[in-house]
């Protein structure tokens, strides 16, 4: 797969080609070392005739992970920060889904808890 050959992120996007024909658009980010490689690859492996490159700047936030106590177990917890300002802080969805099915409890009520334990630590 284009991920697994060294892409960001990969997207399809359904377009319309000359003559109304429908097509999938690929859209992929990946570091500039790699996007020979990928262009190649896209080349050998799909129909297209051809691969538009472009060379942009990338922005990202800082992300880290914790591990917070609730009343319902401990949660890790995605911290977004932009330099010393936490901009958001999110409970894992994958740790959320594996403590409601370990207690038997909805999704939703799992978010919730581990939304307060978060709003009065950080």
Do not use: F, H
């Not at 060294?6 to 999938?24: E, F």
């Not at 790699?34 to 490159?53: D, F, H, K, N, Q």
């Not at 958001?88 to 939304?115: G, H, K, T, W």
């Amino acid at each position: 797969t284009l991920l697994a050959a060294g892409a960001l992120d990969v997207s399809y996007t359904p377009i319309q080609m000359k003559k109304n024909r429908p097509a999938v658009m690929i859209t992929l980010i990946c570091p500039v070392e790699a996007g020979e490689r990928l262009a190649l690859m896209l080349l050998r492996e799909t129909s297209t005739l051809g691969v538009r490159i472009q060379q942009i700047q990338r922005r990202k936030a800082q992300r880290t992970q914790v591990r917070i106590e609730t009343p319902i177990g401990p949660v890790v917890v995605k911290v977004k920060r932009l330099g010393n300002r936490i901009i958001s802080a999110l409970p894992e969805y994958e740790e959320c889904i594996r403590i409601s099915r370990e207690r038997n409890m909805p999704l939703e009520e799992v978010y919730a808890v581990a939304q307060q334990a978060i709003a009065t630590i950080l």
